[in-house]
Each structure stands twice: as C-alpha cells, then as structure tokens.
C-alpha cells in the first residue's frame, strides 16, 4: 500500500510540475504565430461566433497612459497570479511581446469570450493543451480588457 501512495503522490507532483511549466506562448518562430488570424473563422472563410469581438470593433493608436495605468490594476488583481509581465510562464503564458505575437482582438476574446474561444478557436485549443489549465473567466467588462489590452501594449 506504502508504494502505491508514494507512486500516486509521485505522478500527483509530476503533474502540477508539468501544468505549471508546460504553458507556451506560440513565439511564431515556425510560420504563422498562433492567433495571428484573428478571430475565429477569420482565416477559414467562416464568419466568427456572434458576440465575439473583431478588428473594426478595436482602435489603437498612440499609448494612452490612464488606460495602462488602469489595465495595470486590473492586472494586479485578476491576472497577476497565472501570467508574468516578462516572457517566462507561470500558470499561463508571459505577457512580454503579446502583442508582437497575437492580433489585439484574439486578445481581447481570450480575455472576454474565454469559453468561445476554447470551444472554437484552433489556436486557443492549442494553448489549453500545452497550458493543461483552463484560464478561468474574470467577468471582465470590455473596457477593462481593452486597458489590459492596452497595458500589455507597454510590455
């Protein structure tokens, strides 16, 4: 009996281990980055779910400091526990360079429409399955995501 719980707490640590290590970003380095065609459907000729948000739907420009400062908090609360400001993982990818990586309204889905997006997006698949946690919903509202979205602009 002693061997088997010391195996079960062996495959038990093996695995927190790999969910807290195994978690990719997609660095794009073999062609298309992941996310880069936006919405799902975007790139199969398929319209995207309804509700999810689209290019047209986000208007970048210059930085706006108030909305960083405000994604900043907001990561501070929700986000900080499972993603870094710098490349390493933690739970979930870093943040550094996301937005080299990913197009801003994939962003925005993943961070709104988390469910959507794991439900109807290859590339979301993708992360679930080298994450091996599912990003919970933070009940963002859409300007909120949009500040996150705007901090993770300074990164």
């Known amino acids: 009996?002693?061997?088997?719980?010391?195996?079960?707490?062996?495959?038990?640590f093996l695995a927190a281990i790999a969910a807290l290590t195994a978690c990719g970003g997609g660095d794009g380095a073999a062609g298309t980055p992941p996310g880069a065609g936006g919405p799902p459907g975007a790139s199969s000729g398929k319209s995207a779910p309804a509700g999810l948000i689209t290019a047209a739907d986000i208007t970048l420009g210059?930085?706006?400091?108030g909305m960083v400062e405000?994604?900043?908090?907001?990561y501070d609360v929700k986000c900080q526990a499972c993603h870094s400001t710098?490349?390493?993982?933690?739970?979930?990818?870093?943040?550094k360079g996301v937005t080299e990586r990913r197009k801003p309204e994939w962003i925005m889905n993943m961070m709104l429409n988390i469910d959507v997006m794991l439900e109807t997006d290859a590339d979301a698949q993708a992360q679930?399955?080298?994450?091996?946690?599912?990003?919970?919903n933070q009940g963002l509202s859409k300007d909120e995501g949009r500040e996150v979205l705007e901090f993770m602009r300074t990164l």
Request: glycine content about 10%.
């Open 86 to 95: 710098g490349p390493n993982r933690v739970v979930g990818p870093g943040w």
């Open 62 to 65: 210059d930085i706006d400091q």
């Open 70 to 74: 405000k994604g900043r908090a907001t």
């Open 128 to 136: 679930l399955e080298e994450c091996l946690v599912r990003m919970p």
């Open 1 to 12: 009996m002693r061997l088997l719980n010391t195996s079960l707490a062996k495959m038990t």
